[in-house]
């Protein structure tokens, strides 16, 4: 087992599985020395072992083809994605509630399917955000200054304290809203609080009192292949 272990400007150790390969990541305070730090992780042996098994046995989307018939996720739902031969501009559409129509010509590469998907997602997490945003900047009286979409591997969100720009996973869009919801409202807790501590969690108990049950579930979620 391999573990990576991180110092950071922070108070309180943590330790994470991240999905989709079980990958064990520990975020140390730099005043903790690496005896510290293996005594730790040999205390959460059993705990470790126990969340590598949850994440390697949890279904994950196979490698992606775009051809019609495969599962896609939008907003926590499972689509099929029917593919529909197009001589015009390549563009998405749901089409009800149980197919995402991928309109492409009709040699489109897999790669040139998985860039207009991608498009999409990206579109569609830019319509939702704004909404949830101004609705927490307004509760947690905060201003971001700045925010934009990235395809991350380790991360649902990021706040640059000192720019007050805030980074959203492309994935979330795949995830249930309210899941998404959380994310905004993580990060823009960070403009209050800066540090994973008590009162970041104070922050967030008296704000989203669900949001251990939503991160959960976020966490849980089917997990996505990143190609």
């Given at each position: 087992m391999i573990i990576e272990v991180e110092w950071k400007n922070i108070k309180n150790i943590h330790l994470t599985v991240y999905p989709p390969d079980a990958r064990v990541h520990i975020s140390a305070p730099k005043s903790m020395s690496i005896h510290a730090v293996k005594l730790f992780a040999i205390d959460k042996l059993g705990w470790i072992k126990s969340k590598i098994k949850l994440v390697s046995d949890r279904p994950r989307q196979s490698k992606r083809e775009y051809v019609s018939g495969e599962n896609h996720y939008f907003k926590g739902?499972?689509?099929?994605?029917?593919?529909?031969?197009?001589?015009?501009?390549?563009?998405?559409?749901?089409?009800?509630?149980?197919?995402?129509?991928?309109?492409?010509?009709?040699?489109?590469?897999?790669?040139?399917?998985?860039?207009?998907?991608?498009?999409?997602?990206?579109?569609?997490?830019?319509?939702?955000?704004?909404?949830?945003?101004?609705?927490w900047e307004g509760k947690l009286n905060v201003k971001a200054d700045s925010w934009d979409i990235k395809q991350m591997k380790t991360k649902w969100g990021s706040c640059n304290i000192k720019t007050k720009k805030i980074l959203f996973n492309l994935e979330l869009i795949k995830k249930p809203v309210h899941c998404i919801e959380y994310v905004v409202v993580h990060e823009l807790s960070h403009l209050i609080e800066r540090l994973h501590n008590d009162k970041f969690t104070s922050i967030l108990d008296n704000n989203l009192p669900n949001w251990r049950t939503i991160k959960e579930e976020l966490n849980n979620f089917i997990a996505s292949e990143y190609e």
């Open positions: 739902v499972r689509y099929r994605l029917n593919v529909v031969v197009h001589n015009s501009q390549p563009k998405v559409e749901l089409k009800g509630t149980q197919f995402i129509n991928l309109y492409v010509k009709e040699n489109a590469s897999v790669e040139k399917k998985k860039d207009v998907i991608n498009q999409w997602y990206r579109n569609e997490l830019r319509k939702l955000l704004p909404e949830l945003i101004s609705k």
